[in-house]
């Protein structure tokens, strides 16, 4: 268990909707990352956070939105749906960015149909 | 912008057996880290070792070893004594140390099977 949870674990909506997805940092973690995994783009980074305020912003599409809590725990939002949008979306969290490693969630598996 | 290469889509070794899964680099950067995270079919990423590049001895934990040619932007994983719980997709992965980016920019992965 690395310490971050991820809910939920399964997601099945249909093209055109809009999906949150939750993650919750390990203890004391103040830096999260969103990155999805599909089947042709391997694992690409979408977003990070830190203490609030957003830090680095990668391939993220206009149609997503992330956001990070005062309680630290943050939010992606995927809206518009599109088929291509399936893939598993792991947030993961760090103490401090650029240092030491990130740990991961278990992911949420999004299904657009 | 940095990449990262991991040539073989797939290795297969035998139970007991070592194997060796190879990741290039390419970066202007000169610290930076370097990982290895494992992924099995429950589809967890696990971290299995880390490297930072100012270090030139290489990291171990248990099993698992890389070989760390920073001037030839090479950071490969031995695994030793493999076992059927080796079996998953490794992802080499590279992050700048501090400043920048500090997301982890991923190779497209290796599948590794054990053979019994």
């Known amino acids: 268990d690395s310490g971050v949870t991820q809910t939920p674990k399964h997601l099945i909506t249909a093209t055109g909707q809009r999906v949150t997805l939750r993650c919750s940092p390990r203890?004391?973690?103040?830096?999260v990352y969103w990155y999805q995994q599909s089947l042709d783009q391997g694992l690409q980074f979408l977003i990070q956070?830190?203490?609030?305020?957003?830090?680095a912003k990668g391939n993220i599409l206009e149609r997503f939105s992330a956001q990070q809590f005062p309680d630290l725990h943050s939010e992606l939002n995927l809206s518009s749906l599109e088929l291509g949008d399936s893939a598993l979306y792991f947030c993961?969290?760090?103490?401090?960015?650029?240092?030491?490693?990130?740990?991961f969630g278990q992911g949420t598996r999004l299904t657009v149909v | 912008a940095q990449t990262v290469t991991q040539s073989q889509p797939e290795m297969s070794v035998q139970e007991a057996e070592t194997v060796t899964l190879s990741c290039t680099y390419d970066?202007?950067?000169?610290?930076?880290?370097l990982f290895w995270y494992k992924q099995p079919p429950s589809r967890q990423m696990i971290l299995v070792i880390r490297q930072e590049a100012y270090k030139q001895q290489n990291a171990t934990e248990n099993r698992f070893s890389v070989n760390f040619q920073k001037a030839a932007k090479s950071f490969s994983l031995k695994i030793s004594d493999s076992q059927l719980g080796d079996a998953a997709m490794y992802f080499c992965?590279?992050?700048?140390?501090?400043?920048?980016?500090?997301?982890?920019?991923f190779g497209s992965g290796t599948r590794l099977q054990v053979q019994p």
């Open positions: 993961a969290s760090s103490v401090v960015p650029g240092h030491g490693e990130a740990f």
């Open positions: 992965a590279y992050r700048e140390l501090d400043t920048g980016r500090r997301a982890l920019t």
């Open positions: 956070y830190y203490n609030g305020e957003e830090r």
């Open positions: 203890s004391g973690d103040l830096s």
């Open positions: 970066t202007s950067e000169s610290d930076y880290y």
